[in-house]
């Protein structure tokens, strides 16, 4: 019995927290160092309608679909940017996922964006939010230059929060409570 309760207490411990979250700065620095691996990134995503990569299984409909190259460079790129997954959403944006920490029920991630719109989707946000005030109980989502470690440590609600990096892409930190 004890023995069950400290491995679930481990579990809780170090499967929830945030160990080596990467910075802001850290991630602004890999992108600069990497931009042209991180357009390559995105403009192989763009071939195919509503990407994502690397795919579940063998018999995923991902894994026919991509070219033998474009599979080849991007285990490449993926490994040197140390990328978990890929993600385009078929329209204009490519998600590029690059950290996680918690649970399915509570938890987050932080990812480099692609998203050439996205000013006008906060813009909607912040109309909805002036219609209804209450909706920022529930969640926030606010583009910044601010540290988005030290603004997500301002609110309770679930966040969304984009810092702009250049030329439509940003970090992405989610966190869902």
Not at 65 to 73: A, N, R, T
Not at 79 to 93: R, T, V, W
Not at 105 to 124: C, Q, T, W
Request: proline share 3%.
């Amino acid at each position: 019995m004890s023995k069950s309760l400290i491995l679930l207490f481990a579990l809780c411990i170090f499967g929830c927290a945030r160990n080596n979250m990467p910075s802001d700065h850290q991630m602004l620095e890999n992108f600069n160092l990497n931009e042209s691996e991180f357009e390559r990134l995105r403009n192989i995503s763009v071939k195919y309608d509503r990407f994502y990569y690397p795919p579940y299984d063998e018999t995923d409909s991902t894994a026919y679909i991509i070219s033998y190259k474009d599979k080849k460079e991007l285990d490449s790129l993926i490994k040197k940017l140390d990328i978990m997954s890929i993600q385009y959403d078929g329209i204009s944006e490519v998600y590029l996922l690059f950290h996680t920490w918690g649970i399915s029920v509570s938890g987050g991630y932080k990812e480099y964006i692609y998203a050439p719109n996205l000013e006008d989707k906060i813009e909607n946000y912040n109309k909805e939010v002036a219609l209804d005030p209450g909706t920022e109980m529930y969640i926030v989502e606010r583009i910044t230059e601010e540290d988005l470690d030290q603004v997500a440590q301002k609110y309770s609600a679930n966040i969304e929060l984009y810092r702009p990096i250049k030329n439509g892409w940003y970090i992405h930190l989610s966190r869902e409570n």
